[in-house]
């Protein structure tokens, strides 16, 4: 796919998902620009060479974004695809759950994403765009082990077909991505190793998705970052305020047994 020419903002495009959509957008030709409140120095060399400018961004600070989407813009004045990747979770039940702690996964998930919309918006209303928020199976079928979590990401799937309604008038196309249980991210690996059987805890993911079932393993991030070039490509000019699942069949419901 030819981004060639386009302007390209990712959040969270410091590891995971981020990291491997920062690069896909890239190497298809788009100028790419990567804010993350972590930053992650072993991307410094293989940025640079593909020309992906990074920048700190805490997307819960209005300043911070509207210094990211101005970075952007700045040498050409266009902004085209906009990626709300960045995202936390919480693994706690609701009456576990502190005023502070709902708070800070509706800041970053919700919040976060409203924010890169409302300042990238006003960028793309001349000649349209593409905004990607990454949304997760959770939101299209919420999970006993994180409410909290799974709230946010069901939010921000009705907030994409609001965004999407809003500002068809404007070419700009909005639609969600759903990945399911993605194995290389540090927020996957996090969650295994809290449950105190790693192992165990893999086993039982896989097995709750039918594809990931038969193939005997998660979702690569390259594979979520695939169907976000797509989104970000003419070639989906016509989609929009949709949710593509990139679960391996998970919101299906339970695979049958091998």
């Avoid at 993350?36 to 991307?43: K, L, Y």
């Avoid at 890169?116 to 082990?145: D, E, F, V, W």
Wanted: glycine residues 10%; charged residues 20%; negative net charge.
């Amino acid at each position: 796919m030819d981004l060639e020419g386009k302007v390209a903002v990712v959040t969270g495009g410091s590891y995971g998902i981020g990291q491997a959509t920062a690069l896909a957008l890239a190497k298809a030709g788009a100028d790419v620009y990567c804010g993350d409140i972590v930053t992650n120095e072993e991307n410094d060399t293989l940025y640079a060479e593909l020309g992906i400018f990074q920048r700190p961004c805490d997307v819960t600070d209005e300043s911070d974004v509207v210094g990211l989407m101005e970075q952007a813009v700045s040498p050409s004045g266009n902004l085209d695809i906009l990626v709300n990747n960045a995202g936390v979770g919480l693994l706690k039940q609701i009456p576990d759950v502190s005023e502070e702690e709902w708070d800070h996964v509706m800041g970053i998930n919700l919040k976060g994403t409203f924010l890169c919309c409302k300042h990238a918006i006003p960028y793309m209303q001349p000649t349209g765009g593409s905004i990607i928020n990454l949304s997760s199976n959770a939101g299209i079928l919420p999970r006993a082990h994180d409410p909290v979590y799974s709230t946010s990401k069901g939010a921000l799937i009705a907030f994409t077909k609001s965004l999407a309604l809003c500002h068809s008038k404007d070419r700009i196309r909005v639609n969600t991505v759903c990945p399911g249980p993605v194995g290389n991210t540090r927020m996957m690996l996090s969650d295994l190793e809290s449950t105190g059987d790693f192992d165990a805890a893999y086993k039982a993911t896989i097995a709750a998705s039918p594809i990931a079932l038969a193939e005997g393993r998660m979702i690569d991030v390259e594979e979520v970052a695939a169907a976000i070039l797509y989104l970000a490509s003419e070639e989906a000019r016509f989609v929009t305020g949709t949710d593509i699942a990139i679960d391996g069949g998970k919101s299906l419901g339970v695979p049958p047994k091998v």
